[in-house]
């Protein structure tokens, strides 16, 4: 990995040509995330606050291990934890690390309006750029995977960055170096995928799991994240992973046969403002941002 | 550890009991998952609750807390009724063909106690625990002394006579039936048989190649009768062959990373440094101690044994030169005078005991939270407001040293009357200092100081030497009643007022005070250089050497502690030059033992050491852990450090106080009385206290809940609940229970509880969960709750008012287990109800 994967192949609510658009992705990256080693230890939710200089926020007890329900703003790791009862009457206490997925046919990046807010660079990851953000927020609605995050009071959006910052250094992401049970790998998408399958495989032939599989959803032209699950017929069962998740119809319209529209800078301008009116009303902070707000 | 963290990688069976390694040492826990991926091993894991070990387990049983023996006792009964067994291991390697004494006799036999029970004064006579001597000789003692073990021990290498251990071990262990293992323990038959399949088939057909390991920790060791389950593992292992194999032994896990290092250098009051023996009142000398401490061998005449403790005269001579220097000497007994003679129990809980009884005075508290760690935390509260004075060493301010202002003490309004002077002192932590971690793989790891220490903070270590030479100017001013001890003991350090770190561990390796010369390869070493190993001690004075297993560690070669060679040429996680391992940078215990009688690996594809007939000599990918010249057909047993040379599966004479094989015992708050034996329901020769503290509860009482504490991955025990990324993790505390026991109270996930015991009460949220089950205990429905016990009255939680400022340790209490004086964390009896 290097400085040359972070070309920029994709970017959002641009008119006109990007440079590396359709360059072949030579050193598509990837993570790899065996849950069925995951012991659920949270290594790597901390070594993402360090490495990212994250704040420490205020958590309240929720009858579980989990830290908190969901991603933050300025909490971009999160392991789930899900305990469920297969049929034979033994339980599965599942723990997934969730974090952005990193997906080839980003729908955040296609439902964003803001020029260069979201970019995706050639070796897979997809980054937000703060400083072009409106705060729109279209972007949480993009996303099949509820991770983009709306920092209330800057009003820019966050998520995971893949620690893009290390990747181009030739690093692995801080949550990789890390993890103490080796549960989570890094490397080309073909190493890992081919990683993952044998695991599964290794699964099915000599654990009690003949559903194990490997997750790298097509409807979003495959992810970055790929898992390894114990049973990929139910990938619901950890925490709500989508079994087939797209990109809503609405931006794919927006997106797709609309695209015109959105090639008229001024009008797309101004129906985002609108939307955006629309969706945070007057600039007023109401008592849930109020709440949803973290102490730093 | 017999064996270490590495090599669990070796393992193709790993049963998981009492520990929750997952949770509690997630970064050594890698090797279990390696186990896993690369060799498709399996994980069975046993635990009160379902935990996170058992999320990545192949198998897991929920059993009560406190009846591990009759589970073990059940897997070991499985495997002799279905020839699970590892016969030529066995007859070799362990004492199974040795008879014993007639007049033995089982509990099964003699209403749950061992023969020479005194139910009177709660003692046994251990005489009749001992083997039969051959040709039916009277084993020769001293007049008065009970007799020692035979010479030359009776056997029977068929394994028929009726009071052969084999034969001993498969009549008291073929009552822990499956049905029986379901009342006790109260995992199904049905579960129970497929976990007792899945550890035994490692020897199925008889095949030796396989190795099944088990992993524990404090879950085992914190009951009134710990020290008799890990004897139970033991046993099994043995039975099995997998003890001094590549993926195999009885492995505990310690709490802390240098725990096994303050074990090894004497943190029990009943041993000195690398557990020799300590002197007691009955030693009228030197000689008359060494005697008593030092064995003889006892074995089968035809086959030999090493009896390494044979050595104990030179490991002791050489630690009182380094201690006393030039005024130890052969003429004074090698200053035996000067060492205190221990004449009973000053363990943990004697300890506050004895400060609550008004008998110790003061105490000087580093590197733990004695209040918080209980057992029984108001007792010691109770008895530190007692105490004349308190000395604190810490970096946080801790629940003991604001023992004073504990919420029940401000309940209770009498914070006025308490005269005990605290002083806190600010102490370095880990990252602020030097020195050695041993690990639980035994290995010595150096680090350096990572960042300087803040403020006015101290070394530990160098407050105690300070307070040392403090005593020693006021013995040199003012004289004394005996101050030799004190004025003789070596201090030789560059800085005498924070002896380096680096010096402490030379002169605990040991060096030659003469010139020495070894007879067989001439090899010399000058007087003043470092040893390079145990095998250099003399019992002359001419060797000094502060903890004999130690030697080899800081050698003329450097600080081989500090050693950071990755390399491991044999691929078996043995690499040698990473740290250094005591003993003799040995990674596996007893390896011999991984061969067959004539040497030969019992798996090809893990040599670990074998014997070399054209050297004649044992070589190997690890340090053999035998007589390097000692030729198979002289049938040395591999367990050199006993006096047999093999496993005790039969453990005789006073090895154990509670008896030579494990019973089980109920703990000493039981929802039911013993199936096996009503009539002794709990171990006969528990340590109880009688003070107005000291209460127990009943069902009769209430009290129908079975507790258990556990640890967090997030956080480490009574300090990371000061750092705000811990708390963020898992803010709060919260107690562990059924959904099923919540329902039927109206209990909701997050509503607080309240958990009473005969001595404390404890106010948490209820964390609502599947992971624990209601059971059936003795035809008994019965609920088991675990409650995490990092929490206590001073923290960022507590201080801004969020939790109930109270100690789990609060309901616990100091019945302790009689032969390792651990009291019983685990397993007893409280009441639940809302709040």
């Known amino acids: 990995m290097s400085q040359e994967t972070l070309r920029i192949q994709k ?208 409807g979003v032209g495959g992810t970055s994240v790929v898992y390894v699950l114990h049973d990929a017929a139910n990938p619901e069962l950890y925490g709500g992973l989508p079994k087939d998740p797209h990109i809503p119809w609405s931006v794919k319209l927006w997106k797709g046969p609309l695209k015109w529209l959105g090639n008229v800078a001024m009008v797309g301008g101004l129906i985002g403002l609108f939307v955006h009116y629309l969706r945070f009303g007057p600039k007023d902070r109401d008592e849930e941002e109020m709440k949803a707000e973290t102490k730093s | 550890m017999t064996n270490g963290w590495v090599d669990i990688k070796n393992t193709d069976m790993m049963l998981i009991m009492g520990g929750n390694p997952a949770e509690n040492h997630p970064c050594g826990f890698k090797w279990a998952i390696e186990a896993k991926r690369n060799r498709n091993a399996k994980i069975i894991s046993v635990d009160p609750r379902f935990t996170r070990t058992s999320s990545v387990a192949d198998l897991f049983c929920q059993i009560r807390a406190g009846s591990d023996i009759a589970f073990l006792g059940g897997v070991i009964n499985y495997a002799i009724e279905n020839n699970r067994i590892a016969k030529d291991y066995l007859v070799n390697f362990t004492n199974a063909a040795f008879v014993v004494k007639n007049d033995f006799k089982l509990p099964g036999d003699t209403d749950g106690v061992f023969s020479g029970f005194d139910a009177g004064k709660h003692t046994y006579d251990r005489a009749s625990w001992n083997y039969a001597a051959a040709g039916g000789a009277a084993n020769a003692g001293a007049p008065g002394a009970p007799a020692p073990l035979p010479e030359k021990v009776d056997y029977d290498l068929t394994l028929q006579n009726p009071n052969c251990v084999f034969q001993l071990l498969k009549k008291h262990y073929s009552r822990y039936t499956p049905e029986m293992v379901e009342r006790i323990t109260g995992i199904p038959k049905d579960q129970f048989l497929k976990a007792a399949e899945m550890y035994t088939s490692i020897r199925k057909d008889g095949d030796m190649k396989m190795a099944g390991t088990i992993i524990y920790a404090v879950g085992w060791t914190q009951h009134s009768f710990g020290t008799q389950i890990i004897r139970t593992a033991a046993m099994l292992q043995l039975l099995l062959g997998n003890v001094g194999r590549a993926g195999g032994g009885v492995n505990a896990l310690r709490g802390h990373s240098n725990i096994q290092g303050a074990t090894d250098m004497a943190g029990l009051f009943d041993t000195l440094p690398g557990y020799l023996k300590v002197p007691t009142p009955g030693d009228a000398s030197f000689d008359a101690w060494m005697k008593r401490a030092t064995p003889t061998s006892s074995k089968p005449a035809p086959w030999d044994s090493w009896n390494y403790y044979g050595n104990t005269p030179k490991f002791t001579v050489s630690l009182l030169k380094a201690m006393y220097g030039d005024a130890a000497t052969k003429q004074n007994g090698w200053a035996f005078d000067y060492l205190p003679k221990v004449d009973r129990d000053y363990s943990w809980t004697h300890l506050w005991d004895d400060m609550y009884n008004g008998t110790v005075k003061g105490m000087l508290a580093f590197g733990m939270n004695g209040v918080a760690i209980g057992p029984d935390s108001n007792k010691n509260i109770d008895a530190l407001k007692k105490a004349e004075w308190l000395v604190v060493g810490e970096i946080y301010p801790d629940e003991t040293s604001e023992f004073w202002k504990s919420p029940r003490v401000i309940a209770q309004g009498d914070m006025k009357q308490i005269q005990t002077t605290v002083y806190r002192l600010p102490c370095a932590g880990f990252a602020e200092k030097d020195g050695s971690f041993t690990n639980s793989a035994r290995w010595l790891l150096w680090k350096n100081a990572a960042v300087p220490m803040p403020g006015d903070c101290r070394l530990d270590h160098g407050i105690v030497a300070q307070i040392f030479l403090k005593v020693r100017d006021l013995y040199k001013k003012d004289g004394g009643k005996f101050p030799d001890p004190i004025m003789n003991l070596t201090w030789n350090y560059s800085d005498r007022l924070n002896p380096p770190l680096a010096e402490v561990l030379k002169e605990m390796n040991g060096k030659a005070l003469a010139d020495l010369e070894d007879p067989a390869t001439k090899q010399q070493i000058k007087a003043g250089q470092q040893l390079p190993g145990f095998a250099w001690l003399k019992d002359d004075g001419t060797t000094s050497c502060g903890i004999w297993i130690y030697a080899g560690s800081f050698t003329e070669a450097g600080n081989q502690t500090a050693r950071r060679d990755p ?269």
């Open chain 1, 11 to 218: 970017i959002s609510g641009h008119a006109g040509t990007v440079a590396g658009e359709g360059t072949q992705r030579e050193y598509t990256i990837c993570k790899l995330i065996d849950t069925t080693t995951c012991i659920g230890c949270k290594a790597c939710e901390v070594a993402c606050m360090e490495w990212n200089d994250l704040p420490f926020g205020e958590t309240i007890f929720g009858n579980t291990y989990q830290t908190m329900p969901e991603t933050r703003w300025n909490y971009w790791n999160l392991i789930l934890f899900n305990e469920h009862e297969r049929e034979d009457g033994s339980l599965m206490w599942l723990m997934r690390k969730n974090q952005c997925m990193h997906c080839a046919d980003p729908g955040c990046l296609a439902a964003c309006p803001s020029d260069g807010a979201i970019v995706q660079y050639t070796n897979g990851i997809v980054d937000f750029q703060q400083a072009n953000c409106i705060g729109c927020g279209y972007c949480i609605t993009g996303c099949p995977f509820d991770i983009p995050k709306l920092n209330p009071q800057t009003k820019r959006v966050f998520k995971c960055t893949l620690c893009t910052d290390r990747v181009g250094e030739g690093l692995e992401p801080a949550c990789i170096k890390s993890c103490p049970t080796g549960c989570l790998h890094f490397g080309s998408k073909d190493d890992m995928l081919d990683l993952a399958e044998k695991r599964a495989k290794q699964l099915r032939d000599h654990s009690n799991y003949p559903n194990a599989g490997v997750y790298d959803p097509k």
């Open chain 2, 567 to 835: 390399s491991d040429p044999s691929g078996m996680g043995v690499h040698p030059g990473w740290g250094w391992s005591w003993p003799a940078n040995r990674r596996v215990l007893y390896n011999r033992a991984s061969c067959d009688v004539d040497g030969k690996p019992w798996d090809p594809s893990r040599r670990q050491v074998w014997w070399n007939e054209t050297t004649q000599k044992w070589v190997g990918n690890d340090v053999p852990d035998f007589k390097a010249d000692s030729h198979p057909k002289d049938h040395m047993g591999p367990f050199i450090m006993n006096p047999e040379g093999v496993g005790r599966i039969f453990a005789p004479l006073g090895a154990f106080a509670d008896g030579p094989f494990p019973e089980h015992y109920e703990p000493i708050e039981s929802p039911i009385v013993n199936p096996l034996h009503a009539g002794q329901s709990t171990n006969p020769m528990v340590t109880r206290f009688k003070d107005a503290d000291d209460k127990f509860g009943t069902t009769k009482d209430g009290f129908n809940v079975v507790c258990t504490t556990f640890r967090l991955t997030e956080h480490y025990h009574y300090w990371t609940k000061n750092n705000p990324m811990n708390v963020q993790l898992v803010p709060e505390p919260f107690i562990e229970m059924a959904a099923e026991m919540a329902d039927e109270m109206g209990i909701r996930g997050g509503e607080h509880v309240k958990v009473s015991s005969a001595r404390g009460e404890y106010i948490a949220k209820a964390m609502v969960t599947k992971r624990i089950k209601s059971m059936m205990i003795d035809g008994k429905k019965t609920y088991q709750i675990g409650i995490p016990f990092h929490w206590g009255y001073r923290g960022i939680a507590e201080d801004e008012g969020k939790t109930a400022r109270n100690l789990v340790n609060s309901l616990t209490h100091t019945a302790a287990d009689p032969n390792a004086h651990t009291p019983e964390f685990k397993g007893f009896l409280v009441k639940v109800e809302k709040v």
